[in-house]
């Protein structure tokens, strides 16, 4: 026979919320005079979360998820094409002159790094190529002759 806590995890879902229609649902069943308990074994969610959606939707009168503190972004999903855009078109432009064209184009006032990390998440990295040496019919000759009397080594 299982515990309640192993029970309880194995029902969870890992996921960081969630969606609203679960939120509706929850608040569905409440309607319908369904238990916390009941909701919580019925939609596989714990016994707090669904206690926390019913709360919430009473004080607040709906299961929207809430603006959350901290700094909003300043590149909006317009500004992000633009920069991939502009660096696909060219690739050798630098950080500072990407942020000035950005500036003139959009009107977004953004640093340098900023663009430097909008590239980076996008998957855009600054780095050299790897120079390789021309290899001519000659030297690899030469290089297989050399190889093939050093074989043993």
Same mark, same amino acid.
């Given at each position: 026979?299982?515990?309640?806590?192993?029970?309880?995890?194995? *029902?969870?879902?890992?996921?960081?919320?969630?969606?609203?229609?679960?939120?509706?649902?929850?608040?569905?069943?409440?309607?319908?005079?369904?238990?916390?308990?009941?909701?919580?074994?019925?939609?596989?969610?714990?016994?707090?979360?669904?206690?926390?959606?019913?709360?919430?939707?009473?004080?607040?009168?709906?299961?929207?998820?809430?603006?959350?503190?901290?700094?909003?972004?300043?590149?909006?999903?317009?500004?992000?094409?633009?920069?991939?855009?502009?660096?696909?078109?060219?690739?050798?432009?630098?950080?500072?002159?990407?942020?000035?064209?950005?500036?003139?184009?959009?009107?977004?006032?953004? *640093?340098?790094?900023?663009?430097?990390?909008?590239?980076?998440?996008?998957?855009?990295?600054?780095?050299?190529?790897?120079?390789?040496?021309?290899?001519?019919?000659?030297?690899?000759?030469?290089?297989?002759?050399?190889?093939?009397? *050093?074989?043993?080594?």
């Amino acid at each position: 026979m299982q515990t309640a806590s192993t029970n309880i995890y194995e *029902r969870m879902d890992h996921s960081q919320e969630l969606s609203e229609f679960k939120h509706g649902t929850v608040i569905g069943c409440h309607l319908c005079n369904r238990s916390i308990r009941e909701i919580s074994l019925l939609l596989n969610i714990p016994q707090s979360t669904g206690s926390g959606i019913i709360t919430k939707w009473k004080q607040l009168g709906t299961t929207a998820t809430q603006l959350r503190s901290g700094r909003p972004c300043k590149m909006t999903e317009q500004g992000q094409r633009m920069l991939k855009r502009t660096v696909l078109i060219s690739r050798q432009l630098s950080a500072e002159s990407i942020a000035k064209d950005l500036q003139t184009l959009c009107g977004l006032q953004i *640093r340098p790094k900023t663009v430097r990390r909008e590239l980076h998440e996008m998957g855009f990295h600054g780095r050299a190529i790897a120079s390789k040496p021309c290899i001519t019919m000659c030297n690899a000759k030469c290089q297989m002759q050399w190889c093939k009397a *050093r074989h043993l080594w």
